[in-house]
């Protein structure tokens, strides 16, 4: 069949060119299209060509002809699988699956029935096949068939009987689905034709059809003024085995004996590019930003551009990357329902219903409900964040449902505590929780259109419960509302016919732009993956002509080249990083249009990435302003401690965020015991139990009866910090059992030295301070300290600091003061001498320092010892040249010139 129009005129526009060459009234015309898009599109172009009014002719979708032909209402999905488990229990009586089991594989057998219906199949022969199959498959004359290969015979044996029972059920209650309109159309279009003699009907621009559709169109071609029109460009006409060519030379077949009732709208359009320009770029990220640059350089005012999402939830991303010079914006995709701030309010008080156990409420269920912006309608946000703060600080791992109740005390959350909620309840709870929410006067129109489709669905689902009492469990409930969050779109309004055209695949069918771009052409994206959700073998759909991977992947072919055949400048993007899930690799498109050397003249491919500025990252360092240092010398005169004299030695940024601006780590709930908990865990815990021994020699039998009191006392101190329902549960449990272990090691260890040595134990956990000296503008220096343990061993006194951490031995043999002030191995050694400084200040000279490692029972005390010819770390001599430095380093906090600066460390 020849071309019939001129280069770059659209496709609608040749079509009703010639249609306008046969008919000069269009009055009992039916226009037959892919999509509701072209629909609008046609209509725009015949109103051009018209100056006066004329009779409109019937425009109808594919889908909506169908519908018309067959004269039944479309039951939506999950009506389908409403009436489908109502069948399959009455067949199965025996079967004690419930529907949030039967959900996870009725898609699969719906999906299936739709396609038996589309292609006409007789169901009765499939299955019986399939039965046939299975049973050779698995026959074994010395083996007994097991469980599972039985449950599949049955299942075979039994689906051609649930397919006739649902089909019956829809049709007779006027309804179908997709597959049954069709079929059920196939059989009424000679009746349809009967009764509309006087129209002629035009099938546009479609090109995958089905067994129904190819018999409904044939009938159509015999018995009526009619015309079909594909839409194909001669590169891929003339190519016998290009995919995009796939279903017209099929089609073509088909029709043959009405040949002259094809039109092929061919040229070699495709041929004549001016630019393709193909762009790898790392991650959606990268897509997105790369595309909001390509639009500040085009023209988006003369025509229409057409930005297709081959991959659709990167629509969030692009729309926050288009230019805000683009006002003209139409995005006929959809925005995720599940992005709505409303809809993840009521799934978090879903999670919340849910979630309540013997124990209360789980905290991240809380958490998660108290951070919606939603919540503070209800609840004030100061209260809120209250109830967030005592969580996190006492690491509340449950809420229990009366105190969580208390604080809610709104009335219309009473169902959160209502033993065995029904769905009907919750959906009238929610629904009142709705109307309260709609009433906000800041409410965005994306959130008012949020609350009427989910409004609309709970109505659906609630008159759903009266027909299907199944529905009233409170999993199915979830199980449906998360299938209608997941697929639900919130539509823009937009002008279709200029500026930026944002839109799927499929809603570019029989639709033509200038200038294309198209996004997240990755393989497994564009074309889909090779996994088919359906029951039926590939071989026995090859064997029945249902279509198969074959199929799927020459659609994708189509409308992709289609879709660029006539536009002059086209932008291809992927992502350059593998991604299992979400496309790998570059679509094999890409490199086809690389390896066509008709295309070579027109053709880039380059590499982007997002721009960084490489400048070498400057450390962060904090001056000394007036105020900063009225503060240090407040901070200095109230005194500070080793440990954060430790951390200015390290990093004298940290020290100023730390424990100047008071910014510490963000407050989490530690559902398994942290290490810094287990730390004061254990230094209250031996305090409290030491605090039993008499205040004299110490002899053996007094450890022996402290012993009896360890889990008592760490279990007092767990429950400063945890909920006791969360210690005897696993990895507490075991750390509870562990710290227990380690307690007993110390007694175990004191012990042994109280069997043969005078042994005293004269002060735990003892506060200190103790003014060094004074700067120069008379600022004391002053510091202080808590001292874990002091005791005496046959008169020799010593200091002795708990460590539940790593111990580095290295680092408590000095052989010089400086490097205490500078190397951070040093800093347990620097701290041991602060405390002995400290107690000397106090009247009190010590002999010795160290540590005990709590975590090694076996280990001895760590002594601070001398290395080399070096004095002893307790004499009077280092503590004197250690506290002259010390000195210095109050000075070098105080000093004006000296920033706090971020080392890294």
């Given at each position: 069949m020849p071309g019939l129009f001129c280069f770059m005129q659209s496709f609608l526009n040749r079509v009703i060119d010639d249609i306008l060459l046969e008919y000069k009234t269009l009055e009992h015309t039916v226009f037959i299209l892919p999509s509701n898009r072209s629909i609008r599109a046609l209509k725009k172009l015949l109103a051009n060509k018209y100056q006066t009014p004329i009779f409109s002719p019937a425009m109808l979708s594919v889908e909506q002809f169908i519908k018309e032909v067959s004269g039944l209402e479309t039951a939506d999905e999950l009506e389908q699988q409403f009436v489908l488990f109502d069948l399959y229990k009455s067949l199965n009586p025996e079967e004690n699956d419930t529907f949030s089991v039967f959900s996870g594989w009725s898609n699969t057998i719906l999906g299936d029935f739709n396609e038996i219906d589309r292609y006409l199949i007789a169901h009765e022969k499939l299955y019986g096949y399939l039965e046939a199959i299975e049973r050779i498959k698995n026959w074994n004359p010395n083996n007994v068939p097991t469980k599972l290969i039985k449950e599949y015979a049955k299942f075979s044996a039994k689906a051609s009987q649930l397919y006739e029972k649902y089909r019956k059920e829809l049709i007779d209650q006027k309804k179908g689905s997709q597959g049954i309109q069709y079929c059920v159309a196939s059989e009424k279009i000679s009746e349809f034709v009967s009764s509309n003699t006087e129209k002629s009907f035009f099938i546009i621009g479609l090109n995958a059809l089905n067994e129904a559709e190819k018999y409904i169109f044939n009938f159509l071609l015999e018995h009526t003024n009619s015309k079909i029109y594909w839409d194909l460009d001669d590169h891929f006409r003339s190519d016998s085995i290009h995919e995009a060519g796939y279903f017209y030379r099929k089609n073509r077949n088909y029709f043959i004996k009405n040949a002259a009732k094809q039109l092929l709208c061919s040229t070699n359009d495709y041929l004549k590019?001016?630019?393709?320009?193909?762009?790898?770029?790392?991650?959606?990220?990268?897509?997105?930003?790369?595309?909001?640059?390509?639009?500040?350089?085009?023209?988006?005012?003369?025509?229409?551009?057409?930005?297709?999402?081959?991959?659709?939830?990167?629509?969030?991303?692009?729309?926050?990357?288009?230019?805000?010079?683009?006002?003209?914006?139409?995005?006929?995709?959809?925005?995720?329902?599940?992005?709505?701030?409303?809809?993840?309010?009521?799934?978090?008080?879903?999670?919340?219903?849910?979630?309540?156990?013997?124990?209360?409420?789980p905290y991240q269920e809380v958490l998660n409900f108290l951070s919606m912006p939603t919540t503070g309608v209800f609840v004030s946000d100061g209260k809120c964040s209250a109830l967030s703060k005592n969580i996190k600080k006492h690491n509340l791992i449950y809420i229990d449902a009366p105190s969580f109740k208390d604080f809610l005390s709104d009335p219309t959350f009473e169902f959160l505590f209502v033993d065995n909620l029904k769905a009907s309840?919750?959906?009238?709870?929610?629904?009142?929780?709705?109307?309260?929410?709609?009433?906000?006067?800041?409410?965005?129109?994306?959130?008012?259109?949020?609350?009427?489709q989910l409004e609309n669905f709970l109505i659906g689902y609630y008159d759903s419960i009266t027909a299907y009492p199944f529905l009233e469990d409170i999993n199915s409930f979830e199980l449906v509302l998360n299938s209608f969050i997941s697929k639900g779109k919130l539509n823009f309004r937009g002008n279709p016919d200029k500026g930026l055209q944002v839109m799927g695949v499929l809603e570019t069918r029989a639709l033509d732009f200038e200038t294309v771009i198209v996004t997240s052409l990755n393989e497994g994206i564009l074309p889909a993956g090779k996994a088919v959700n359906s029951f039926i073998p590939y071989d026995v759909k090859k064997e029945f002509g249902l279509p198969t991977v074959k199929e799927k992947d020459a659609i994708y072919t189509y409308h992709f080249y289609r879709l660029l055949q006539r536009a002059k400048n086209v932008y291809l993007t992927y992502n350059t990083e593998p991604d299992v899930l979400n496309g790998g690799q570059p679509s094999r498109f890409i490199h086809q249009l690389l390896a066509d050397p008709n295309l070579e003249p027109f053709i880039t491919h380059k590499l982007v990435s997002p721009k960084f500025n490489y400048k070498k990252k400057q450390a962060n360092q904090i001056s000394k302003t007036p105020l900063l240092l009225s503060e240090l010398a407040k901070k200095l005169e109230n005194g500070l401690s080793p440990s954060s004299l430790s951390v200015y030695i390290k990093n004298p940024y940290q020290f100023y965020k730390r424990h100047i601006l008071k910014i510490g780590e963000s407050e989490n709930v530690d559902e398994n015991v942290a290490y810094n908990i287990l730390g004061t865990i254990v230094h209250d815990s031996l305090e409290s139990i030491y605090?039993?021994?008499?205040?004299?020699?110490?002899?053996?039998?007094?450890?022996?009866?402290?012993?009896?009191?360890?889990?008592?006392?760490?279990?007092?101190?767990?429950?400063?910090?945890?909920?006791?329902?969360?210690?005897?549960?696993?990895?507490?449990?075991?750390?509870?059992?562990?710290?227990?272990?380690?307690?007993?090691?110390?007694?175990?260890?004191?012990?042994?030295?109280?069997?043969?040595?005078?042994?005293?134990?004269?002060?735990?956990?003892?506060?200190?301070?103790?003014?060094?000296?004074?700067?120069?503008?008379?600022?004391?220096?002053?510091?202080?300290?808590?001292?874990?343990?002091?005791?005496?061993?046959?008169?020799?006194?010593?200091?002795?600091?708990?460590?539940?951490?790593?111990?580095?031995?290295?680092?408590?043999?000095?052989?010089?003061?400086?490097?205490?002030?500078?190397?951070?191995?040093?800093?347990?050694?620097?701290?041991?001498?602060?405390?002995?400084?400290?107690?000397?200040?106090?009247?009190?000279?010590?002999?010795?320092?160290?540590?005990?490692?709590?975590?090694?029972?076996?280990?001895?005390?760590?002594?601070?010892?001398?290395?080399?010819?070096?004095?002893?770390p307790c004499s009077d001599i280092v503590i004197d040249q250690f506290e002259e430095r010390l000195n210095l380093l109050y000075e070098e906090i105080l000093n004006p010139e000296i920033p706090f600066i971020d080392t890294g460390e």
């Open positions: 590019k001016q630019h393709i320009s193909i762009i790898g770029a790392p991650k959606n990220t990268a897509q997105a930003q790369y595309v909001g640059k390509l639009l500040e350089e085009i023209d988006i005012n003369t025509k229409p551009v057409a930005l297709v999402l081959a991959d659709e939830t990167l629509l969030p991303l692009l729309l926050n990357s288009i230019p805000p010079h683009i006002k003209n914006l139409n995005v006929s995709m959809g925005y995720p329902l599940q992005l709505s701030i409303i809809i993840k309010f009521v799934e978090s008080i879903l999670k919340l219903k849910k979630s309540l156990n013997e124990k209360g409420y309840e919750f959906i009238q709870s929610i629904r009142e929780i709705l109307k309260i929410v709609s009433n906000k006067k800041d409410l965005s129109s994306i959130e008012k259109e949020a609350i009427s605090k039993l021994l008499p205040k004299k020699s110490l002899q053996e039998e007094d450890f022996t009866n402290l012993l009896p009191f360890v889990e008592s006392h760490i279990l007092s101190h767990f429950q400063k910090h945890y909920d006791k329902s969360a210690i005897y549960q696993g990895k507490n449990l075991i750390l509870y059992n562990v710290l227990i272990k380690y307690i007993q090691s110390v007694i175990k260890r004191d012990k042994v030295i109280a069997l043969s040595h005078d042994f005293k134990i004269l002060s735990l956990e003892e506060s200190l301070i103790a003014t060094i000296s004074e700067s120069n503008a008379n600022t004391p220096f002053v510091l202080k300290g808590k001292l874990d343990r002091i005791d005496e061993i046959d008169g020799t006194l010593r200091i002795i600091d708990y460590k539940t951490g790593t111990v580095n031995t290295s680092g408590l043999k000095i052989d010089a003061i400086e490097p205490l002030f500078s190397e951070p191995k040093y800093s347990q050694a620097f701290q041991l001498l602060c405390y002995v400084l400290l107690k000397r200040k106090n009247g009190t000279v010590l002999n010795e320092a160290g540590i005990l490692a709590v975590k090694k029972p076996n280990e001895k005390i760590h002594l601070l010892t001398r290395a080399k010819e070096f004095e002893h």
